[in-house]
């Protein structure tokens, strides 16, 4: 995990405490329409500090913060309010981005469908999801990206409200549940040592639109609104003090394009260029065979009981040497059910590194799913690696 500080004289994204932005300028949002307002805790998860946000309904003539806090309490009695003290110290500042591997500069996504509402089609709900990503991805300012990694049938598992234990199982899934505290209509964790975010939304007791932005009925939620702000929380930018902002603690319209001040935040986290440009690789000799000769495992540093992974490929043709200049792709995966995605291209020494940093202990083993290189034999050879204590 990296951790940076955002400045909040030149940026508009500052916390205040509880995660509430109240005051004067809000007199807007307190009109007869109903509103929602974003508070944040910071709750232990296998022994690291995770910040909690639920998003509460608030009516016309209540207090947004007693509301808000009270409502967290109940859900959550061990989380405490979160302050920008917490949010300078423990943002979430995603590694691949910054690791001198461009080749890996994405966050996967996945959706869980299941408990979807019934008033749209269920890949209505998932176009909008997948525009929301598109929406953060698509700042030309920064070199982030949302992949979508398709999706899955497992409960986010961050979130308490599934079945289980709650655990980094490093997977960023979002999906649908009914949340039995009354007036809440999501709620999203996000880890401050490992990264990993996961989020659902209620699915029982409100009207969630995912239509043409101007025929939303006044009892209904945007859905990609709401998206929106959580996958802003996904990426590592706060609350903004910008009413205009989608990182504005409250929610009182449709809302799905970003305000200044949040392309102004997601490009401080990750502005464009921010990696060196790689050198080209050679281009692959054709040879009659092409083989991964070798897949081996290096497992160093990183936090509480998790350790960084690097998984090294090796390309040989018949005659035993190495290619060079190979595009290769494989899925990385573990016995507790993770799975990771990668994309590389061999060196002159003909191997490829992939690495994932805070690995969650577990044993793990390589598919090799495509290698450009003419004659390739199609071939996984056997491995797996385990982290030793």
């Not at 917490?86 to 500069?105: E, H, I, Q, R």
């Not at 996000?190 to 939303?216: C, K």
């Not at 998790?306 to 040497?321: C, I, P, R, S």
Request: negative net charge; charged residues 15%; proline residues 6%.
């Amino acid at each position: 995990m990296t951790l940076r500080k955002l400045f909040a004289g030149i940026l508009g994204l500052t916390l205040l405490a509880g995660g509430l932005a109240l005051g004067a300028a809000h007199s807007q949002a307190a009109s007869s329409q109903a509103r929602v307002v974003s508070v944040l805790g910071v709750a232990k998860v296998e022994g690291q500090d995770a910040v909690v946000e639920i998003l509460v309904e608030v009516l016309p003539g209540e207090n947004a913060s007693e509301k808000g806090q009270a409502a967290l309490h109940r859900m959550y009695p061990d989380a405490r309010p979160f302050s920008s003290a917490d949010y300078t110290t423990s943002g979430l500042v995603w590694d691949v981005f910054f690791d001198g591997n461009s080749t890996n500069d994405q966050v996967d996504v996945r959706y869980n469908s299941n408990g979807v509402p019934g008033n749209y089609s269920a890949s209505e709900y998932l176009n909008s999801f997948l525009n929301a990503q598109a929406t953060w991805t698509d700042v030309a300012t920064s070199n982030f990206v949302f992949h979508d990694a398709g999706t899955t049938g497992k409960c986010p598992s961050l979130v308490r409200e599934c079945k289980g234990p709650q655990t980094f199982d490093g997977n960023n899934d979002t999906g649908w549940l009914p949340i039995n505290e009354s007036g809440v209509l999501g709620v999203t964790w996000y880890g401050t040592q490992t990264d990993e975010f996961d989020m659902v939304l209620d699915n029982a007791d409100f009207t969630w639109y995912v239509g043409p932005s101007g025929s939303i009925s006044t009892s209904a939620y945007d859905a990609q609104t709401v998206w929106l702000h959580e996958l802003g929380h996904g990426l590592g930018l706060g609350h903004s003090s910008d009413p205009n902002a989608v990182m504005y603690a409250y929610y009182s319209d449709l809302q799905r394009d970003l305000a200044d001040d949040d392309v102004n935040g997601i490009t401080a986290l990750y502005p464009a260029g921010g990696e060196p440009t790689p050198t080209p690789t050679p281009t692959p000799v054709p040879g009659s065979t092409v083989t991964v000769a070798s897949i081996t495992y290096a497992w160093y540093g990183g936090k509480s009981n998790n350790k960084h992974l690097n998984d090294t490929l090796l390309l040989n043709d018949e005659n035993g040497n190495p290619v060079a200049g190979a595009t290769v792709s494989i899925t990385l995966t573990n016995d507790i059910g993770g799975s990771w995605n990668g994309t590389g291209t061999t060196g002159s020494e003909g191997s490829v590194t992939f690495s994932l940093k805070n690995a969650p202990s577990a044993c793990y083993s390589t598919e090799v799913t495509s290698v450009s290189a003419p004659g390739w034999d199609n071939t996984t050879p056997s491995n797996s690696s385990c982290p030793t204590p």
